[in-house]
């Protein structure tokens, strides 16, 4: 049963005062659940509330935190904010994983913002995040959709070369 899509936001968000009433804490599986809720449900302002919420109260979101909010802020175009909020938490010592930059990739093409998506590729070297042959069907997907045969040939070439195989 998806427990998000019972009643909306407000009621979401509800649990956390009936909880805090009974004298519990939420830990992060309910705070993943809410915000993959706000996310799921477009409520992409209250998700990054809370969010906010979150860290206010002194509790360090897990990644899986951070890449539903990404997930869900490139789903609703929302694409400068989560390059943003990607900056933010890489600088607060958060490792982005294969995920993370994924979802922004899917953000991208989505948008027609290829340039944008590759250019998330060195960063992804940089950090130690490989890429793997969901990044690649992504990408290769998008330029296909382009009619740029060349460039999904080159991205193929590449993801030979680098051994990257599904499994």
């Known amino acids: 049963m998806d427990y998000a899509n019972l009643g909306g936001y407000p009621d979401m968000l509800d649990i956390l005062y009936v ?15 809410l915000l993959d809720g706000l996310c799921r449900s477009r409520h992409l302002e209250e998700a990054v509330e809370l969010f906010l919420k979150i860290i206010g109260k002194g509790i360090r979101p897990n990644v899986v935190a ?4 990404i997930n869900g802020l490139c789903k609703g175009g929302r694409l400068k904010t989560t390059q943003q ?35 998330l ?3 992804m070297d940089k950090n130690s995040c ?6 690649y069907e992504i990408l290769i997907r998008a330029v296909l959709e382009k009619n740029e045969n060349h460039k999904s040939g ?14």
């Not at 951070?66 to 909010?69: D, E, H, M, V």
């Open 85 to 119: 909020f990607a900056w933010h938490i890489h600088n607060n010592g958060y490792q982005l994983n294969v995920l993370t930059y994924n979802a922004m990739i899917v953000g991208f093409c989505k948008e027609g913002l290829f340039n944008e998506a590759m250019a």
């Open 130 to 135: 490989f890429l793997d042959i969901v990044t």
């Open 121 to 123: 590729l060195p960063e």
């Open 66 to 69: 951070c890449n539903i909010l």
């Open 19 to 33: 909880m805090h009433a009974r004298g519990q804490c939420p830990n992060f599986i309910t705070y993943n659940i």
């Open 154 to 167: 080159k991205l193929l070439c590449r993801m030979i070369s680098k051994r990257v195989m599904r499994q």
